[in-house]
Structures are given as C-alpha cells and as structure tokens.
C-alpha cells in the first residue's frame, strides 16, 4: 500500500504561479510513475504531467511550458511548478503514483482555482 498526501493548492490570480506537492508513505520503494492529473467540473479527469522513477517527464499540451514537474527519490515527493496559470487551469489535482506492477494510488486532490 501507498499514502498520498499533496498540498499547496489555493487561489491564484491569472499569470501567477502555484507550487503543489504530493508526498509518498507506506511501500514506497515500489513507486515507479509519479504524475499530476486533474478534473475540472463536468470534465473528465486527465493528464497534467507524469515523470518516471529515473528522469523522464511527459506533459500534456495545454501546459508545456508553464507547468514543470520535478521529483524528490529520497523524499518520496512530486512537485508541480505551475507558472502562468489562466483560468482554464483550475481543478482538482490529483497526485497519481503507479507501481512496477502497474497498481495505481491517487492522492485525496487539492484545488486549484486562477481567477481572470
């Protein structure tokens, strides 16, 4: 089993920035994907950013560029810089972490709101 626990959501004003983290307990030496997905109201929930255990870090289109994912191995953290924020970015975000065995544990999400 995994924990999840992110933090540092909040209201932001159009072209700020918010940093939101995502901090792995329990078995954790299995993690092996780390990544940020989000829901915004009456849409599906989809892919912000990943990055795998050694390095490399995929983003979704809409946030290349602005968004920077980053994660600690000795602390067990994700990171998601977010800069530039518009308003299309507010959502629930949701810290996702996947196993060598391709078992998936998301965290409990942390608003994001950018006022226009």
């Known amino acids: 089993q995994v924990q999840l626990v992110e933090s540092g959501g909040g209201l932001v004003q159009a072209g700020g920035s918010l940093r939101i983290s995502c901090a792995a307990s329990?078995?954790?030496?299995?993690?092996?994907?780390m990544g940020w997905y989000r829901q915004a109201p009456g849409k599906q929930r989809e892919l912000v950013a990943a990055?795998?255990?050694?390095?490399?870090?995929n983003y979704a289109d809409s946030v290349k560029g602005r968004f920077t994912i980053s994660r600690d191995n000795a602390k067990n953290t994700v990171l998601l810089q977010m800069n530039s924020l518009k308003p299309e970015d507010t959502a629930v975000y949701y810290c996702?972490?996947?196993?060598?065995?391709?078992?998936?544990?998301w965290g409990q999400g942390t608003q994001v709101t950018v006022s226009s």
């Open positions: 996702k972490v996947t196993t060598p065995a391709l078992v998936d544990y």
């Open positions: 990055i795998a255990r050694v390095g490399s870090a």
């Open positions: 329990g078995n954790i030496f299995s993690i092996n994907v």
